[in-house]
Nanobody, 115 residues
Framework: QVQLMESEGGLVQTGGSLRLSCTAS????????MGWYRQAPGNEREWVGH???????RYADSVKGRFTISRDNAKNTVYLQMNSVKAEDTAVYLC?????????WGQGTQVTVSS
């Protein structure tokens, strides 16, 4: 069973930066995309963005230009660099890996943006 282990989130001030990482416990074959979702209290889970095997990335409009997703295949790790954070970025962030047979999820990590 592959596990996705996310780094600890934390508290960051408005306008600040934070980097999250997500590492798979072993190499996953057939990855279609690696990325991130988030869920704020009372809200539905929201797609943040992903990176595919050729390195191409896509982002939700709400984070475009502020967040960057990258991956290190040798380390089985995907990163989420969050810059210029806003109060509305406060949420539990979940790592996601899409494979042909479904989705894998991390346990989630809390990010809180304070003013």
């Amino acid at each position: 069973q592959v596990q996705l282990m996310e780094s600890e989130g934390g508290l960051v001030q408005t306008g600040g930066s934070l980097r999250l990482s997500c590492t798979a416990s072993k190499t996953i074959a057939g990855i279609k995309a690696m990325g991130w979702y988030r869920q704020a209290p009372g809200n539905e889970r929201e797609w943040v963005g992903h990176i595919i095997s050729n390195g191409s990335t896509r982002y939700a409009d709400s984070v475009k230009g502020r967040f960057t997703i990258s991956r290190d295949n040798a380390k089985n790790t995907v990163y989420l660099q969050m810059n210029s954070v806003k109060a509305e970025d406060t949420a539990v962030y979940l790592c996601n890996v899409k494979v042909p047979w479904g989705d894998m999820w991390g346990q989630g990590t809390q990010v809180t943006v304070s003013s």
